[in-house]
């Protein structure tokens, strides 16, 4: 179904011995955002690296507008439209700004005009552009939370996930990065948007998927949940 962004369905992974993901299948719709809400150590991380073909599941299939890429190399999933801000933004700390972005330049799939571009990101976020000649280790945990969003977006991807872009970051700098998610989605971008804190994904999100123990415990439209008023501490704890 072209109208499916991601779909994971029935994927097992393991590191080494240890059985992390069960059975996990979840799916964003295009142009939807989906939340991906879990415990330290439910699984979300693992769940994007599978997507993004770090870590190959052991079965089970994943699928980008229809195309199956599970056992494919990084390189060719990132190909078929799919970025990931990683956890912990991972940016090149002694490469500038400028460099950080170049590198992670490509054309959209099909021929689409090209969207992302160094003008556009720096447009999009105006402080990059001022420090574009800086050393990205020396800006500050928003700015480079920032940088690594440009990044992926460089990619002029189709399915864009970020796994925990508030981590570690000040108030007000997760209100501005919550904003630029908010602007992304507006723009039709799919996304998967992987958090601990629920109330955050919550004002966002058309779906949220949960995992608990490497298993998907709850899987519902936002408004479904909300109207429900379904109590998410047990899955969660307490935020
Ligand atoms: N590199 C690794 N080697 C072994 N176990 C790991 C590794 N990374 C994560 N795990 C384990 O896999 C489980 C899921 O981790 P992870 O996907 O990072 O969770 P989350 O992102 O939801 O916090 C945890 O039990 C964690 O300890
Ligand atoms: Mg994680």
């Not at 059975?23 to 997507?51: D, I, P």
């Not at 919550?178 to 948007?193: D, N």
Request: aromatic share 4%; net charge positive; proline share 4%.
């Amino acid at each position: 179904m072209a109208s499916e962004a991601l779909l994971l369905a029935d994927i097992d992974a393991f590191f080494a011995d240890s059985h992390v993901l069960h059975r996990v299948s979840f799916r964003c719709g295009e142009g939807r955002l989906l939340g991906l809400l879990g415990r330290n150590g439910a699984g979300k991380t693992t769940s994007m690296n599978v997507t993004v073909g770090v870590l190959p599941p052991r079965r089970g299939r994943v699928e980008i507008y229809g195309a199956a890429v599970a056992g494919r190399s990084p390189e060719a999933i990132a190909a078929q439209g799919v970025a990931l801000v990683p956890q912990g933004r991972r940016i090149f700390r002694s490469l500038s700004v400028r460099e950080n972005l170049a590198v992670a330049a490509r054309k959209p799939r099909g021929g689409l005009p090209l969207l992302w571009t160094l003008d556009t990101v720096f447009a999009t976020f105006p402080r990059l552009q001022e420090r574009r000649d800086q050393y990205a280790g020396t800006l500050s945990g928003g700015e480079q939370q920032m940088l690594a969003i440009g990044r992926a977006l460089m990619s002029n991807p189709r399915v864009l996930l970020m796994d925990e872009p508030s981590e570690g970051l000040a108030p007000q700098i997760v209100a501005e990065v919550m904003a630029t998610i908010r602007r992304l989605k507006e723009q039709g971008l799919s996304i998967v948007l992987v958090e601990q804190n629920a109330k955050l994904v919550f004002d966002v999100a058309d779906d949220i998927v949960i995992l608990n123990s490497g298993r998907v415990v709850i899987d519902a439209t936002a408004a479904e949940l909300k109207s429900a008023g379904t109590d998410l501490h047990q899955h969660l704890g307490i935020y």
